[in-house]
């Protein structure tokens, strides 16, 4: 019996290696000591110096060994596509850092380590991957030191909503509240190669904040900071473009929208 993942597993799998490749992750400036993380996260996750980090869908791993190298003495990245697994251990490899960089091949609402973290993390697109909120809150919760911190810097999920017409005119082009039916993402071209478009292109599914904080505080996790951003991660709507701290930033006329949100969370008391 196939598993609504299946598809999102094949998509990973199929663009791990044309992001490797591409511009936009820039991968011969990471191995040269680039850090990829951006200051906004890196300030959110510090202080990171002799914590153990587990990373959760950390894609191949460029994020993870960054976070290592800013002074993680352990890092765990978990994902769902093992040729993301693969590039990211020969990185790892690659860096001599092997010794302090696990890699598991996962998906992440089945993950049981055994272990806890005192720093959790996920960023970027990737909740709207995972079927179930609820599941994800309890992997969190699972794997969190008892005095342990999660971040999270996520797309926003009213800025997913919103799409520019020819004209520069936003509206309003997806449901913000999500239906009981997820979304597949035929026809949506790669955020990193926007020529290109998957021949699998996966399956979505539409969280809402008010979702997200619900899943941490049933799983018995207290959200303690939240934050709302105007940039992006990656041209989130068309003509954005990349400044200080590799982030997208809208420069037009107009309203601003939340386009990132950041959220801390830890074990209530």
Known sequence: MSHPHDANRRHWDEVTAIHRDSAFYKVDAFLAGHCTVGPVEREGLSPLLRKNLLHLQC?????TL???RLGASRVTGVDISG????????LAEKLKLGAWADFVEADVLDLDLKSRFE????????INWLSDIEAWGRVVARHLAQDGVF?????????????LETSGRLYQRFDYFHKDEPMA??????????????????IGWAWTIADIMAALEKAGLRVFEFREYPFAAWEALPGMTAEAGGYYWRRHEGPDLPLLFSLKARHAA
């Open 59 to 63: 894609h191949f791993g460029l994020d």
């Open 66 to 68: 960054s976070l290592l």
């Open 83 to 90: 040729a993301a697994i693969r590039e990211a251990s020969a």
């Open 119 to 126: 720093r959790i993390f996920t960023s970027h697109g990737a």
């Open 151 to 163: 971040y999270m810097m996520e797309a926003h999920p009213f800025g997913l909503a919103m799409d």
């Open 185 to 202: 993402l035929d026809g949506v071209p790669d955020y990193a190669v926007p020529d290109y478009l998957p021949k699998e292109p996966g």
